[in-house]
């Protein structure tokens, strides 16, 4: 299998893809027939020119199975994607690559990699080659799911078939690692991407970023923002919100609002999470009146404050002794229909009680 280095993948990985797939039903799919339900759009359209083909009696072709799964994708009716697979074979239609790879991205959707595992199986057992689509349908599905070890599996699954792992495959692989607080592995596969003559995108760097940035790892953090730069990519808002946060992790205030600094002067559009990043800093820093004017901002950048800035804004308040004005606040977070929490109340209870 493939040499991966300094990432240490563990032997038990690829017992983990068996272990907790649901089990395929005889025809080699990974559901039952389901009820009757109807759905919009591209589904409802696909599914309809179905319905006529058979009140003609007439048996729909592999083609109009495979658009028709593929349809269930934007409404992630999983169940139904997988009940139109278990039909093919009841009309004696053998499913192809594209009819479980467009099921696999179904389950992607609705992040149900159990059954994007079993589905994998099953194109093994009918002899159906995987491609890089399925394994990193696949790889996503397990990364949304929080199975970092089932996506790390599958990436030495694909050396073993000799399938050359992408660039996709390799951004779930990450994207997998990052979601589970695993950064090393997210670095490591990052750094390997090179050596199999990939070359990585922003969407790599970012989930590296965050990655790193969760695991109070800010220098790497900021290390990998300004490599995007050293490899002619363009650093979005994502890759710079996640090194704001990597930063405030670290109470590293004074580097987050230099980074603040820089989205402007990079010329990108701040959002919410940009915005609520920069008034945690002012929070940690004791800069309150800054972050009224951050707070003060938000509506010409057309980002709306979340709880974190009216949090930060309250307690500016409470500070200062102007409960009115905390009381003010609270009441725009309805108007914003922002859920105020525990935070939120004890702020505005700290402004009255001064």
């Avoid at 099953?122 to 159906?128: K, V």
């Avoid at 990108?268 to 800054?290: R, S």
Wanted: proline share 3%; aromatic share 6%; glycine share 8%.
């Amino acid at each position: 299998s493939q040499n991966w280095g300094a990432c240490s993948f563990e032997p038990w990985a690829m017992a983990l893809c068996s272990q907790h797939a649901v089990q395929p039903h005889r025809d080699g799919s990974a559901a039952a027939a389901i009820p009757e339900r109807r759905g919009s759009g591209q589904r409802q359209r696909s599914l309809g020119l179905l319905q006529q083909t058979w009140e003609a009696q007439t048996v729909p072709d592999k083609l109009s199975f495979n658009r028709a799964i593929s349809a269930c994708r934007g409404d992630g009716q999983w169940r139904e994607a997988l009940g139109l697979l278990s039909r093919m074979s009841e009309v004696q239609l053998k499913p192809d690559k594209f009819s479980y790879g467009a099921a696999i991205s179904v389950c992607r959707s609705s992040g149900r990699w159990q059954e994007a595992l079993a589905l994998l199986a099953s194109m093994s057992e009918d002899s159906i080659a995987a491609d890089q689509v399925a394994f990193g349908a696949a790889m996503s599905a397990c990364a949304k799911g929080y199975r970092w070890e089932m996506a790390l599996a599958l990436l030495v699954k694909m050396a073993e078939v000799r399938l050359v792992p992408d660039e996709i495959t390799f951004s779930a692989a990450i994207s997998a690692c990052e979601k589970g607080g695993q950064w090393q592995r997210s670095l490591c596969l990052l750094m390997q991407m090179p050596g199999m003559r990939l070359t990585a995108d922003e969407i790599n760097y970012n989930a590296a970023i965050s990655a790193c940035g969760k695991n109070s790892q800010w220098q790497i953090a900021l290390s990998l923002l300004r490599a995007v730069a050293e490899n002619q990519l363009l650093p979005d808002i994502i890759g710079f919100n996640s090194a704001m946060n990597a930063c405030n992790v670290a109470a590293q205030w004074r580097l987050t609002m230099d980074l603040m600094r820089e989205v402007v002067q990079t010329r990108l559009f701040p959002d919410e999470i940009t915005h609520g990043a920069g008034m945690l800093a002012c929070e940690e820093g004791g800069q309150w009146q800054l972050a009224m004017g951050i707070l003060s901002r938000m509506p010409g950048k057309k980002a709306l404050p979340d709880e974190v800035a009216y949090n930060v804004a309250i307690k500016a308040r409470a500070l200062d002794r102007r409960w009115r004005h905390a009381l003010l606040l609270l009441g725009a977070t309805q108007e914003a229909k922002v859920l105020p929490g525990v935070v939120t109340y004890s702020a505005c209870i700290s402004a009255c009680e001064k």
